[in-house]
């Protein structure tokens, strides 16, 4: 299984940047997915998370700025972010929680997430 998280890079605060994740997962429709984010010498907390029926969730600090979406027929999932902030500098990871746990507190968690990706590196300068 794979998980191949693309789309980082340098962005000015305000800025927008589109991560992907392509998967390898044989019934990736099936799977929560999920965006967590690692900031240096932070622990890895939880971005957005995407159920298979398309239902999402969001932490508290994304405030509307983000949005996760994922095209089963190209077993990806997005995560677009708007209105960059300094605070938003981290490495970004998806991850796949394959038994598609539905609740809110277990899409959040780190522990539910079977594969993940290596890391996108988002930079937003002020």
């Known amino acids: 299984v794979q998980l191949q998280a693309s789309g980082g890079g340098l962005v000015q605060a305000g800025g927008s940047l589109r991560l992907s994740c392509a998967a390898s997962?044989?019934?990736?429709?099936?799977?929560?997915m999920g965006w967590f984010r690692q900031a240096p010498g932070k622990e890895r907390e939880f971005v957005a998370g995407?159920?298979?029926?398309?239902?999402?969730y969001y932490a508290d600090f994304v405030e509307g700025r983000f949005t996760i979406s994922r095209d089963n027929a190209k077993n990806t999932v997005y995560l677009q972010m708007n209105s960059l902030k300094a605070e938003d500098t981290a490495t970004y990871y998806c991850a796949a929680d394959v038994l598609s746990r539905t609740s809110r507190t277990s899409i959040a968690a780190v522990t539910s997430h079977d594969y993940w990706g290596q890391g996108t590196l988002v930079t937003v300068s002020s």
């Open positions: 995407i159920r298979w029926d398309g239902s999402s």
């Open positions: 997962l044989r019934t990736f429709s099936g799977y929560t």
